[in-house]
């Protein structure tokens, strides 16, 4: 399994910024995937998870109606799509699979919660909102 995002920049606060992660190494379609954060200090955060298998998606509650997440599963590529950021953004994204549940529909918590568990084993990308 590899994972690899980019994406990350400095913004100001209420900028926009797209990350991208691009997996490979097991089947994209078959799970559920998402973006995990960790700032300074912190723990890691879930951020927001999608559906291989039926698009469905769950966000934090943090970050619902600042941010999208989308996939492309021909290309194996998830996407996060942030707006109106602000400094308590700043972090490092990682995007992670859940692999404990297989062809999950209509993700819920639990499933935000089985990305967070396995994240941050990849290189992640850094994403700093200046005020």
């Known amino acids: 399994v590899q994972l690899v995002e980019s994406g990350g920049d400095l913004v100001q606060a209420g900028g926009s910024v797209r990350l991208s992660c691009v997996a490979s190494g097991f089947a994209f379609g078959d799970y559920a995937i998402g973006w995990v954060r960790q700032a300074p200090g912190k723990q890691r955060e879930g951020v927001a998870c999608?559906?291989?298998?039926?698009?469905?998606?769950y966000y934090a509650t943090s970050v619902k109606g600042r941010v999208t997440i989308s996939s492309d599963n021909a290309k194996n590529v998830l996407y996060l799509e942030m707006s109106n950021l602000n400094p308590e953004d700043t972090a490092v994204y990682y995007c992670a699979a859940d692999f404990s549940a297989y062809r999950p529909r209509r993700l819920g918590r639990l499933n935000l919660v089985g990305v967070v568990e396995s994240a941050l084993r990849s290189q992640g990308t850094q994403v700093t909102v200046s005020s």
């Open positions: 999608i559906s291989g298998m039926d698009g469905s998606t």
